[in-house]
C-alpha cells in the first residue's frame, strides 16, 4: 500500500549511524524472505500456495514497536527527539509535556490516510478511568471502606471537570471520537496531549488532552529501515496515577523498552512505580538510558557512580539479568543526529561553550559522548530479539525445508530423465525404472497420506493435552509461590506485633513476589515449550522417516538457531499491574484501625495477598497458553503442509512415470518418437528451471538467516571510548 503524498519524509541523508540505520538487517530479512517466498510459488504444489499467500500478508504487516518510559522531567520526550534527529517533533517545554500515549509510525501507511489521528475516550473507558477496574474497586469495598475518597478517585474527577469546563457542550460529544488531519504540525500534540495543569483557560495548550487516549503520527521515513512504532508514555511516579495506569496498559505489546532516567535522581527510592512496571515487562528486552549526564559536576567521573548506583539497584530487583545502561545527554543526542529535511523542524544545537563539545566540526565525538551511538545499536539488537524477528525465523526455516524438498526432487528426476535419454547410455528396462523411481505407485501413496492425515490429527490433539498438563502444572507452581509468600509476610506481622506495639501503619513490599511469579513465569514456559517442541520433533521425525523411504532428501526437519527460543516467551505484563498494596499509606491506616487482633491482622493480610495475585497468576498463565496455542497452530498446519506438498509432488511424478512406462506399446512412428523426445525436452527445462529456482530460494534463505543470527544485546559500557 503506497504511502500518502501527505505523509511527512525525513531525507534519506539522515541517519544516527553513517555505516547503517536502525532495524536495516531485519529489513533486509525480510526482503529476501519476500523474495524467497514468491520463487517457492513458482514451484510448489497447491497445497502450499495459501500458505506462502498467508506468509506474505504477515510479513507485509510486521512492525516493531519500541516504548520509552520514565519519570517526568527526566528528559524521556527529549531523548526520542534526539534519537529522530528532530529536537522539537514532540512539545517538551510543557509540565509534564506527555498525558496520553502518542504513537510514531515509521514506513508505515496510515490506515485512514490521516498523517496524525487523535482517539479520545469512549464514555466506557472514561467510566473505567473514573471508578477503576471492577477487580480493584471490589478488593477495595472489601478491605478498604471509603476508598471513594482515595487520590485516584479524586485525581480523575478534577480532570474530568477541568475536560468539562474547558470543552464545554463539546466535551460529551467528543467522547468515543477521533480527529484525523492530512498533515502534521508539532504544534497539535500541544492541543491534544500536553497536560494541562497551571496552563491559562484561554491557552489551546491541552485543550483535548484531558480526553486523548491515544496519539497517532504517521511517517513516511525516518531513522530505521524496518517498520517501527515508537511510543512515548505519560511520565511515571506521577500524581495523577491515571497517568501510570495508561502508561502500564500501553507497554504490552511493545518489542523493546528504553527506561530513561535522569542523572541527577536515577532509580530514587520513590520511584516504585516505575519499578513496579519494569517487573511487568521482559527484562532481556530492556535498555536504560541515563540522560543529562552532561549536567554532573565531572560528568566522566560521577557518570559511573550513577552507572554503578543503576546497575547495583537493577540487579537487586532483576536477578540474574544483564540489563544494558547507557549514559548519555539528549542535548547532545540532538546535536550527533542533525536533520537536512526540510519538512521536519531542526534540532537545538548544545550552546558553544559546552564542555563537551570541542567544536561544531568535531561531531564524532559528540556521538561518543551523547550516547547515541551505543542506544541506536542497543536498539538495533532488540529489533533481532523482537517477535517479528521470531515470525521472520520460522518461515526462514519453513521455506527452507520445501525449498530443499523441491530442490532434491528436481535433481532426483533429472538424473532419472539423464539415464534414459543421455546418448549411449543403456536405457534402463521398465523394471529398472519403477526402482529408480522408488517403486511408486497409487496404493503406496494412498498409504502414505492416510497415514500423513491420521498423523496429524494425533499431533495436534496430543500437543494439545501436553499444553494442558503444562499449565496445570505452571498454575500449581505460581499459586504455590503466592501462598507461600502469603504465609511469611503473615507470620512476619503478627510476630512483629507479638514482640511490640507495632507501627501505626503498615505497609507491604509484594515486589519480591512479583520478582519470583517473574522468574518462574519464564523457567515455566521454557519446560513447557521444551515439552511440546520435543514431541513435535520425534513426529517430524517419524513422518520423515515416511517421507525418506517415498523420495529421498525430502526433509521435514528445521535446524534451529542456537540461542534463540523456538517459541518467544510472553510479556509478563500482567505483573506491572496496580495492586492494593501499592496505594498511598492510608490505605494501611485504615487497615490498621479496622482489624484489633495481631491474628485478625495476620490473616486479613495473608487473604489481601492471595486474592490480589490469583488473577495475576490466572493472566500470566493465559500468556502462557496464548503464545504455546499459536505455536501448536503453526507447527501443525506447516508440518502437514509439507507433507501434502511431497505428497502432490509424487504423484506428479508417478503420473509422469506412468505416461514414461506406457511410451513403448505408443512408440509405433518416428512422430511419436518425436512427440516424445520434445515432451522429454520440456520436462527436462521444467525440472531444471524447478532445480534453479529452489536453490535461487535456498541463496536468498541463507542471506535471511545470516542477517537473523543471534547477536545477544551486551551490556554497553558506561561512556563510549
Given at each position: 500500500m503506497p504511502l500518502a503524498d501527505h505523509e511527512l519524509r525525513l531525507s534519506e541523508a539522515h541517519s544516527p549511524r553513517s555505516s547503517a540505520r536502525i532495524g536495516s538487517t531485519l529489513e533486509e530479512a525480510r526482503r529476501e524472505l519476500i523474495a524467497a517466498g514468491r520463487l517457492l510459488r513458482k514451484i510448489v504444489e497447491p497445497a502450499g500456495l495459501t500458505l506462502i499467500d498467508e506468509v506474505e500478508q504477515r510479513i507485509a504487516k510486521l512492525t516493531c514497536k519500541i516504548a520509552f518510559i520514565g519519570q517526568i522531567k527526566a528528559g524521556k520526550t527529549c531523548v526520542i527527539n534526539a534519537l529522530l534527529g528532530q529536537g522539537s517533533l514532540l512539545p517538551t517545554d510543557v509540565n509534564p509535556s506527555t498525558s496520553a500515549i502518542t504513537?510514531?509510525?515509521?514506513?508505515?501507511?496510515?490506515?485512514?490516510?490521516?498523517?496524525?489521528?487523535?482517539?479520545?475516550?469512549?464514555?466506557?473507558?472514561?467510566?473505567?478511568?473514573?471508578?477503576g477496574s471492577e477487580r480493584l474497586r471490589s478488593l477495595t469495598e472489601l478491605f478498604v471502606p471509603g476508598f471513594e475518597e482515595t487520590r485516584l478517585r479524586q485525581n480523575v474527577a478534577v480532570v474530568r471537570s477541568r475536560a468539562a469546563s474547558r470543552l464545554g457542550p463539546e466535551y460529551e460529544q467528543l467522547l468515543g471520537r477521533a480527529h484525523g488531519f492530512g498533515n502534521y504540525t508539532p504544534e497539535m500534540l500541544l492541543r491534544y496531549i500536553c497536560a494541562s495543569e497551571g496552563v491559562p483557560t484561554d491557552s489551546d495548550v491541552g485543550l483535548y488532552s484531558e480526553i486523548t487516549k491515544s496519539a497517532d503520527i504517521y511517517f513516511a521515513d525516518g531513522p530505521f529501515d524496518f517498520p517501527v512504532t515508537i511510543i512515548d508514555t505519560p511520565g511515571t511516579n506521577d500524581p495523577f496515577l491515571i497517568r501510570d495506569e495508561i502508561t502500564r496498559s500501553s507497554l504490552e505489546g511493545a518489542d523493546a523498552y528504553v527506561v530513561v532516567l535522569s542523572a541527577q535522581q536515577p532509580l530514587a527510592e520513590g520511584d516504585v512505580s516505575l519499578l513496579r512496571i519494569l517487573h511487568g515487562l521482559q527484562r532481556d528486552r530492556i535498555v536504560v538510558f541515563i540522560n543529562r549526564i552532561d549536567e554532573l559536576g565531572d560528568a566522566e567521573r560521577d557518570a559511573e557512580q550513577v552507572i554503578d548506583f543503576v546497575?547495583?539497584?537493577?540487579?537487586?530487583?532483576?536477578?540474574?539479568?544483564?540489563?544494558?545502561?547507557?549514559a548519555g545527554s539528549?542535548?547532545?543526542?540532538?546535536?550527533?543526529?542533525?536533520?537536512?529535511?526540510?519538512?521536519?523542524?531542526?534540532?537545538?544545537?548544545?550552546?558553544?561553550?559546552?564542555?563537551?563539545?570541542?567544536?561544531?566540526?568535531?561531531?564524532?565525538r559528540v556521538q561518543l559522548d551523547s550516547g547515541l551511538r551505543a542506544l541506536t545499536a542497543v536498539l538495533d539488537d532488540l529489533l533481532a530479539t523482537t517477535q517479528s524477528a521470531y515470525f521472520l525465523r520460522t518461515m526462514t526455516g519453513n521455506y527452507t525445508s520445501l525449498a530443499q524438498?523441491?530442490?532434491?526432487a528436481a535433481r532426483e528426476e533429472l538424473q532419472l530423465l539423464h539415464s534414459k535419454t543421455t546418448p549411449g547410455r543403456t536405457r534402463p528396462s521398465n523394471a529398472e525404472q519403477g526402482?529408480?523411481?522408488?517403486?511408486?505407485?497409487?496404493?503406496?501413496?494412498?498409504?502414505?497420506?492416510?497415514?500423513?492425515?491420521?498423523?496429524?490429527?494425533?499431533?495436534?490433539?496430543?500437543?494439545?493435552?501436553?499444553?494442558?498438563?503444562?499449565?496445570?502444572?505452571?498454575?500449581?507452581?505460581?499459586?504455590?509461590?503466592?501462598?507461600?509468600?502469603a504465609a511469611e509476610e503473615r507470620h512476619y506481622l503478627t510476630t512483629t506485633l507479638a514482640r511490640q506495639r507495632g507501627p501505626q501503619t503498615w505497609t507491604c513490599d509484594v515486589s519480591r513476589l512479583r520478582q519470583a511469579l517473574n522468574i518462574e513465569h519464564v523457567k515455566g514456559f521454557e519446560r513447557s515449550w521444551h515439552s511440546l517442541t520435543a514431541y513435535s520433533s520425534a513426529v517430524a521425525a517419524n513422518l520423515e522417516a515416511?517421507?525418506?523411504?517415498?523420495?529421498?532428501?525430502?526433509?521435514?526437519?528445521?535446524q534451529s538457531t542456537p540461542g534463540i527460543n523456538p517459541v518467544p516467551i510472553p510479556n509478563p505484563s500482567a505483573l506491572g499491574q496496580y495492586l492494593l498494596f501499592d496505594l498511598d499509606q492510608t490505605v494501611w491506616w485504615r487497615f490498621w484501625r479496622t482489624k484489633p487482633s495481631s491474628d485478625e491482622r495476620g490473616q486479613e493480610l495473608q487473604r489481601m495477598i492471595i486474592h490480589e495475585f490469583s488473577p495475576l497468576v490466572e493472566l500470566l498463565l493465559s500468556a502462557h497458553n496464548h503464545a504455546l496455542n499459536e505455536y501448536i497452530d503453526t507447527t501443525t498446519r506447516w508440518l502437514m503442509t509439507m507433507c501434502h506438498n511431497i505428497i502432490q509432488m509424487l504423484q506428479r511424478q508417478l503420473d509422469g512415470l506412468d505416461a514414461e512406462r506406457d511410451y513403448p506399446a505408443r512408440a509405433t512412428d518416428e512422430t511419436e518418437a518425436g512427440r516424445h523426445n520434445?515432451?522429454?525436452?520440456d520436462t527436462e527445462s521444467d525440472l531444471q528451471f524447478r532445480q534453479a529456482t529452489a536453490e535461487s530460494a535456498l541463496e536468498c534463505l541463507a542471506i535471511v538467516q545470516r542477517h537473523l543470527q543471534h547477536r545477544p544485546v551486551a551490556n554497553q559500557?558506561?561512556?563510549d571510548e
Open positions: 504513537q510514531l509510525h515509521f514506513n508505515q501507511p496510515s490506515p485512514s490516510g490521516d498523517a496524525a489521528i487523535f482517539h479520545f475516550f469512549n464514555k466506557e473507558e472514561w467510566k473505567g478511568l473514573a471508578s546497575r547495583n539497584r537493577l540487579a537487586a530487583e532483576f536477578p540474574g539479568g544483564n540489563i544494558p545502561i547507557i539528549a542535548r547532545l543526542m540532538a546535536a550527533a543526529s542533525l536533520s537536512s529535511s526540510k519538512k521536519w523542524t531542526p534540532a537545538l544545537a548544545p550552546k558553544a561553550n559546552h564542555p563537551r563539545v570541542r567544536s561544531s566540526a568535531d561531531k564524532s524438498v523441491y530442490a532434491n526402482q529408480s523411481a522408488l517403486k511408486l505407485d497409487n496404493e503406496t501413496i494412498a498409504a502414505a497420506l492416510e497415514v500423513i492425515q491420521q498423523a496429524s490429527i494425533n499431533l495436534e490433539i496430543n500437543l494439545r493435552d501436553l499444553l494442558e498438563t503444562a499449565a496445570q502444572e505452571q498454575r500449581a507452581n505460581l499459586m504455590e509461590l503466592t501462598y507461600n509468600f515416511l517421507i525418506q523411504a517415498l523420495m529421498p532428501g525430502g526433509s521435514l526437519i528445521q520434445r515432451q522429454n525436452a559500557p558506561a561512556l
